[in-house]
């Protein structure tokens, strides 16, 4: 049992479609991130929050809005995708944006856009 | 240009045999750290071994080694005894940064698979 939560594991999306990904860890970890991880691509950071502000945005489109309500609870909002937005997203944590003691992610979600 | 190198998109490996997987870095910070993470096809990444760039001896962490390799910019992973379990993706990853506020960024990754 990984100690960052994912959900859902897998989802199918049409282009219309607006769906959510969730992220919750209770590490009393105050930073979050979002990656991409495509095929044959490596991991891409997407965002990146510390005690719920986000520092880091990576050029993501709009069409992918994040929020972190709190330090435990990350989503990521998904409205008007493209077929090239399939890809696995990974959600990870750290104790603070120094990273200095380590990373802790999930077990990702499996978009599929069509 | 790419900050993570891995050479090998995939290895093959017989199972109870020693396997060594490649990666390079460039980096111009003098404090960072060098993580490997193993991907099953479930898609967790599961931490296995972290380097520090002042750490003088090489990690280990069970049947996982690393072999750090400062002036030449290398930090490749070493999995002793092999076992079927070990087939996935590995990453080679590095934290940098300054200020305290850092990135972690990974590698394209080497497909692993252990042969019986």
């Known amino acids: 049992e990984t100690g960052v939560t994912q959900t859902p594991r897998h989802l199918v999306m049409g282009m219309t479609n607006k769906k959510s990904l969730k992220c919750e860890q209770h590490?009393?970890?105050?930073?979050m991130y979002w990656y991409k991880q495509s095929a044959k691509k490596p991991l891409e950071l997407m965002f990146v929050y510390n005690f719920k502000e986000q520092t880091e945005n990576n050029s993501v489109p709009s069409r992918f809005s994040p929020e972190c309500p709190n330090s435990s609870h990350l989503f990521l909002h998904l409205h008007t995708l493209q077929p090239e937005d399939s890809a696995l997203y990974l959600c990870?944590?750290?104790?603070?944006?120094?990273?200095?003691?380590?990373?802790?992610f999930g077990s990702g979600t499996r978009l599929t856009v069509v | 240009a790419q900050k993570i190198t891995q050479t090998q998109p995939g290895m093959f490996v017989q199972e109870k045999e020693a396997v060594t997987l490649d990666c390079t870095y460039d980096?111009?910070?003098?404090?960072?750290?060098l993580f490997w993470y193993k991907q099953p096809s479930s898609g967790e990444m599961i931490f296995l071994i972290y380097?520090?760039?002042?750490?003088?001896q090489n990690a280990t962490e069970g049947r996982y080694s690393l072999n750090f390799q400062k002036a030449r910019k290398s930090a490749n992973l070493v999995i002793s005894a092999s076992q079927l379990g070990d087939s996935a993706m590995y990453f080679c990853?590095?934290?940098?940064?300054?200020?305290?506020?850092?990135?972690?960024?990974f590698g394209a990754g080497t497909r692993l698979a252990v042969h019986p």
């Open positions: 380097q520090g760039s002042y750490d003088e």
């Open positions: 980096t111009s910070d003098q404090s960072y750290g």
């Open positions: 990870a944590s750290s104790q603070d944006v120094s990273g200095l003691d380590g990373y802790t």
């Open positions: 590490l009393g970890h105050n930073a």
């Open positions: 990853a590095m934290r940098e940064g300054a200020g305290g506020y850092n990135k972690l960024i």
